[in-house]
T-cell receptor, first 114, second 119 residues
Framework: DSGVTQTPKHLITATGQRVTLRCSPR?????VYWYQQSLDQGLQFLIQ???????AKGNILERFSAQQFPDLHSELNLSSLELGDSALYFC?????????????FGPGTRLTVL | AQTVTQSQPEMSVQEAETVTLSCTYD???????LFWYKQPPSRQMILVIR??????QNATENRFSVNFQKAAKSFSLKISDSQLGDAAMYFC????????????????FGKGTKLSVKP
């Protein structure tokens, strides 16, 4: 158990819908990363937050957005869902978000878009 | 942009034997970190081993060791005395050591190598 929690574990929805994935970082970690793992694209970095502020952006679609709240939990919002958005979405956390700090991964949320 | 390549989609090893997984990467940076992650069927991402580019000595963690060749941009993982529990997807990953700009420590992954362990 990494100490990072993600909810829900599984999510099944239809095309065009909107979903929210939630992540709680390890106690004391200030930085949260979101990654997408799909069959087509492999594991890709989406976005990073540090202490409530966006720190870095990767291959995140405009239909996707994220935020980190004052209690440090983070949410990834996916809208206008398409079949290709079906993937495993990981959240990872680290102490400060600098490259030196290890990232601890949550168990992931499996999203299925029908 | 940095890239990570794992040329072996699948590998197989006999229990108790040794196997080496290959990884190459491309970067113009001189300071970075390299990682091997294990993803068992549970899908949990588990850090296996980490190498700092400025260190010449190869990292080791129990039965896991790496062969880091900085000039060749190669970073292979050796698993000794393979066990059934080693069966998993293994991902090689790169992280820039820059702490500014758009890169703040995110990981760049290869496509993975699926390792099977035969009893």
């Amino acid at each position: 158990d990494s100490g990072v929690t993600q909810t829900p574990k599984h999510l099944i929805t239809a095309t065009g819908q909107r979903v929210t994935l939630r992540c709680s970082p390890r106690s004391g970690d200030l930085s949260v990363y979101w990654y997408q793992q799909s069959l087509d694209q492999g594991l890709q970095f989406l976005i990073q937050y540090y202490n409530g502020e966006e720190r870095a952006k990767g291959n995140i679609l405009e239909r996707f957005s994220a935020q980190q709240f004052p209690d440090l939990h983070s949410e990834l919002n996916l809208s206008s869902l398409e079949l290709g958005d079906s993937a495993l979405y990981f959240c990872a956390s680290s102490v400060t978000g600098t490259p030196y700090n290890e990232q601890f991964f949550g168990p992931g949320t499996r999203l299925t878009v029908l | 942009a940095q890239t990570v390549t794992q040329s072996q989609p699948e590998m197989s090893v006999q229990e108790a034997e040794t196997v080496t997984l290959s990884c190459t990467y491309d970067t113009s940076e001189s300071d970075y970190y390299l990682f091997w992650y294990k993803q068992p069927p549970s899908r949990q991402m588990i850090l296996v081993i980490r190498q700092e580019a400025y260190k010449q000595q190869n990292a080791t963690e129990n039965r896991f060791s790496v062969n880091f060749q900085k000039a060749a941009k190669s970073f292979s993982l050796k698993i000794s005395d393979s066990q059934l529990g080693d069966a998993a997807m293994y991902f090689c990953a790169y992280r820039s050591a820059r702490n500014y700009g758009g890169s703040q420590g995110n990981l760049i992954f290869g496509k993975g190598t699926k390792l099977s362990v035969k009893p």
